[in-house]
């Protein structure tokens, strides 16, 4: 554990998101970061551990809703104080929540480094993470950096990140590239450098807000305007005047002033369901299994989510059965990205609504 000083960097961990893409397991009022995916604690609690091997708990902030507050507190009464909660009215995506922190850590702590991740990612082992971040907090001065994890295979959920020159311990970033179609990522990872972007940044609050103010005012002048930590309706206020827009578009591509750091870590973003495959350990015919006992019978590369004392399958392949108490979604892999149009369609029936809250 870091000793406690003003030198441990702000940890800010992202974790409004929806999850759509693992329903029925995810729901708006019970996304994904608080279920129990792939241990015996939750995706946010997951996060919140191995911030605590890089700073103090009292530094370690959640980037939410206030009925997600409610219900984070809820489950883990101990995981961040109450105090250590930033409230967005409303989910604009990463770069107004990470603009509207930035300035409160101004404000509260003077300049500290910020550490910015997301709270539904799968990294092992802990001790590779903590050694990355450290040597990512050291190019912080007056950079912004971000991790750089190296492909293992043409992956189109994922944005990718193109090297320049070699820095000490790290590398000049030469640009970012939004989710390609299977051909184009099939050219990225044939090159030596282009990385994954796993979405974790380090930087200091005086490098960040003076990117936004370069590059983003449109975000970052109404919130300074409104000057609303404490008060809601304001801060409402100020949110209906700004986009909705990740960090990666209205600062990274457009910053010269960025390095990356390859990570030293497995990293995997559990953002489906597909996603077990990678992050969950399956049996020689490789179906991955989650929940109560499951017997597969001459079936292959099933994903499975069960309730049941038992449930059996019989000479199915590439399935994905997931049980809640109230749903029973069966999908076949290859239509799982469909899944949000699915959700879509559900959200139009007002009788089926409820299974999507």
Do not use: C
Not at 168 to 175: M, P, R, S
Not at 232 to 255: C, G, N, R, V, W
């Amino acid at each position: 554990m870091p000793k406690n000083t003003q030198e441990n960097p702000i940890v800010l961990v992202l974790a409004g998101g929806k999850g759509e893409r693992f329903w029925p397991k995810s729901r708006a009022k019970s996304p994904k970061q608080l279920k129990k995916v792939y241990s015996n604690k939750t995706l946010l609690k997951e996060t919140i551990d191995r911030a605590k091997t890089i700073t103090v708990p009292e530094r370690i902030f959640i980037g939410t809703n206030a009925e997600l507050k409610k219900k984070i507190l809820e489950s883990d009464p101990e995981m961040v104080s109450k105090s250590n909660f930033i409230l967005e009215p409303e989910g604009k995506n990463t770069a107004p929540i990470i603009a509207l922190a930035s300035l409160l850590f101004k404000e509260r702590f003077g300049d500290p480094v910020q550490i910015v991740l997301s709270a539904d990612a799968y990294i092992q082992p802990i001790k590779e993470f903590t050694k990355t971040m450290k040597l990512a907090i050291e190019q912080a001065n007056d950079r912004l950096v971000i991790l750089g994890i190296k492909p293992n295979r043409p992956e189109t959920g994922y944005g990718y990140i193109a090297t320049g020159k070699t820095i000490k311990n790290g590398y000049e970033v030469k640009g970012f590239f939004e989710k390609p179609d299977l051909k184009t990522a099939s050219k990225y990872i044939k090159k030596q450098n282009f990385y994954w972007n796993p979405g974790i940044f380090v930087w200091k609050t005086s490098t960040i807000l003076s990117e936004f103010e370069k590059y983003a005012p449109y975000i970052l002048t109404p919130l300074q305007s409104f000057n609303s930590f404490g008060n809601q309706k304001k801060l409402k206020s100020a949110f209906k005047l700004l986009p909705s827009e990740a960090i990666d578009t209205a600062i990274m591509e457009k910053s010269i002033n960025t390095n990356m750091i390859k990570a030293t870590f497995n990293w995997d973003d559990v953002g489906s369901w597909i996603s077990m495959e990678r992050v969950i350990p399956g049996d020689k015919e490789e179906n991955h299994h989650i929940g109560k006992k499951v017997f597969y019978y001459k079936s292959r590369r099933n994903i499975s989510s069960i309730q049941k004392e038992l449930v059996v399958f019989l000479g199915v392949d590439d399935i994905i059965v997931v049980e809640e108490e109230d749903v029973l979604f069966i999908a076949s892999k290859k239509s799982i990205g469909d899944i949000k149009s699915l959700l879509a369609s559900l959200k139009k029936n007002n009788s089926l609504q409820k299974y999507i809250l």
